[in-house]
């Protein structure tokens, strides 16, 4: 489906929601890369002080000669902390939907590592896709970072692990997660004080209006973001604030005042519910690698044989 048909359908049905993938035009991604220098949105930093600090453990873990496959691959900061580390590796698999940007990275990635084999592959990793051939000796490890498994629903978070378990048979999965805590730190780190989540979030209806001509007021939207306790995960909406009409195409789309449009879920987890749940795809639990303050996880995952 494009952005047009997803748009219509998200806007047709109610509650009224959005796949988060469309946040991630170019001007989408450098906020997004902005969020992750936000002193109140911990998960980057938290994530890269862990690689920082374990990386030799961590590459203990994927062993000698590994092929490791990193899932939505953004700009290759964080596998350089296990690259630094890794034994031999037989080759990097970074995997992403976007070309360009992924071919940007890996250029870079190159210069820092001159020696290794890097193999990018342009595929939306949710969907069947191949990956280079695994010659016999080498183990396939999933590298996936950022706690970017939270924006799945859990349906989608427990597809994604039975396609891991079996595309990494053998072997194993690094993955961090965002662990649940006081909804006030989450609540700082999904808004902002700079407005920087806020603009992410209201690129999603700039990126309409430069792409698909939809016409609306823009001072009409706020972001909202809250922790739904229950659901465990953080839910960013766009609220109208008053009644009002977005045109897209020849539709009209009413708006009450406080209607919204759902644009994200950002779940989080414990520890032992993210195992139970890999479990189910049939991975056994093995290290994990907190921070002081129990807000972020690295865990390593052993795949089936
Ligand atoms: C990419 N993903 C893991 C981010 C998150 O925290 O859920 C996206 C994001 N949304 C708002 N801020 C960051």
Request: with cysteine; charged share 20%; glycine share 8%.
């Amino acid at each position: 489906m494009s952005f047009s048909e997803d748009l219509h359908a998200a806007l047709a049905q109610r509650p009224r929601r959005i796949s988060p993938k469309y946040f991630y035009d170019d001007i989408g991604s450098r906020l997004f890369e902005q969020i992750c220098e936000l002193p109140e949105y911990y998960p980057t930093c938290t994530e890269l002080a862990l690689l920082h600090t374990h990386g030799a453990e961590m590459a203990a873990c994927i062993g000698p000669r590994a092929q490791l496959v990193e899932y939505g691959a953004g700009a290759l900061r964080k596998v350089r902390g296990l690259l630094d580390h890794m034994q031999a590796p037989h080759a990097f698999v970074p995997v992403d939907i976007s070309g360009e940007h992924l071919l940007a990275a890996c250029a870079d990635l190159q210069l820092a590592y001159p020696a290794l084999a890097i193999t990018p592959v342009v595929a939306d990793f949710t969907q069947p896709h191949d990956l280079p051939r695994r010659p016999v000796g080498v183990r396939r490890v999933g590298f996936f970072p950022g706690s970017s498994i939270g924006n799945f629903s859990p349906a989608e978070a427990l597809s994604f692990l039975n396609m891991a378990a079996q595309e990494l048979r053998g072997g194993g999965l690094l993955i961090g997660i965002d662990l649940i805590k006081d909804p006030a730190v989450l609540h700082a780190a999904y808004s902002d004080a700079a407005g920087v989540t806020a603009a992410f979030n209201l690129n999603l209806l700039e990126r309409a209006r430069r792409e698909l001509g939809a016409e609306f007021d823009a001072t009409g939207f706020a972001h909202s973001a809250f922790y739904n306790a229950p659901q465990q995960r953080i839910e960013m909406h766009l609220m109208s604030l008053r009644q009002q009409v977005l045109s897209l195409g020849d539709q009209r789309y009413e708006f009450a005042a406080g209607e919204t449009l759902h644009t994200e879920n950002s779940h989080k987890y414990s520890v032992n519910g993210f195992q139970e749940q890999a479990a189910l795809a049939g991975f056994s639990a093995g290290p994990v690698w907190t921070d002081a303050r129990g807000w972020f996880a690295l865990l390593w995952l052993t795949a089936p044989a």
